[in-house]
């Protein structure tokens, strides 16, 4: 059992002392430069404070759009370990700034690389987007403006002309109809046509007509059915009073 811990503290003291604490950062992961302005390459070491690993060397390089590396800058660095911080995690920035960009081409990703005598640690990289002039702030004021007072021109333009075709549509028709209107009044009133003869003149007429018809069947009716020469009185006595109540009629 004791030897099994032994075994384990050791393999500790080694990852510990392999570098397991070590490291390189470089935050934030993109940035925005001018060509007057210059760009800085973060670089943020991490490191404990123990002789083993205050001492180190820090290389930035830039690899471009091609994938070809260009070395910038190179340092060395020795770190004093204060009183009271041994054996504690040092984070420590190294940042390197390059002043002035020569051109845009100078975008591309810039690394930051950290060398100890059997450790070495690199950072992600950065990258860098280098333009010639900054970002112009695009005033929309004055395109609105313009886009207003055009709508507004063709719209009173549109109305002008629809009123236009409408007058000179429907006032000639308007014109006429008064013309007629006028010649209407000042015409003379015609004489009046004569009035039409009374319906029960001719109701009259037609009924006396008819009434001569069903007399004249009657009688010849009763003719046939009576025997020549003798008429019956129930025949003559219905005559009579056909005739009474056609007079009546």
């Not at 403006?145 to 007058?167: D, E, F, N, P, Q």
């Not at 046939?224 to 129930?234: A, L, Q, V």
Request: proline content about 8%.
């Amino acid at each position: 059992m004791a030897s099994n811990l032994k075994v384990v503290f050791l393999f500790l003291w080694l990852l510990q002392c392999g570098g397991g604490n070590v490291d390189v950062q470089q935050k934030p992961p993109i940035q925005v430069a001018l060509l007057k302005e210059g760009i800085s390459i973060p670089c943020k070491v991490i490191f404990p404070y123990m002789p083993r690993y205050t001492r180190f060397s820090i290389f930035y390089y830039w690899i471009n759009s091609l994938g070809q590396k260009t070395s910038i800058y190179s340092r060395s660095e020795k770190v004093e370990i204060p009183s009271g911080k041994e054996n504690t995690t040092a984070v420590i920035p190294y940042d390197h700034r390059i002043m002035p960009l020569e051109n845009t081409s100078s975008t591309g990703t810039y690394y930051c690389e950290v060398k100890w005598n059997d450790i070495q640690k690199m950072g992600k990289g950065v990258f860098v987007l280098a333009r010639g002039t900054g970002y112009i702030q695009t005033s929309y004021g004055w395109q609105i403006l313009i886009t207003v007072t055009t709508l507004l021109v063709a719209l009173s333009i549109t109305a002008t002309a629809l009123l236009l075709w409408k007058r000179k549509v429907l006032c000639p028709v308007r014109n006429q109809l008064n013309i007629r209107r006028q010649k209407v009044e000042t015409q003379p009133p015609s004489a009046s046509p004569p009035p039409p003869s009374p319906v029960y003149d001719c109701l009259d007429s037609q009924q006396v007509d008819v009434y001569s018809t069903l007399k004249n069947n009657t009688n010849n009716q009763s003719l046939k059915n009576s025997p020549p020469g003798k008429t019956p009185k129930k025949q003559a006595t219905l005559e009579e009073s056909s005739d009474t109540l056609y007079e009546n009629i």
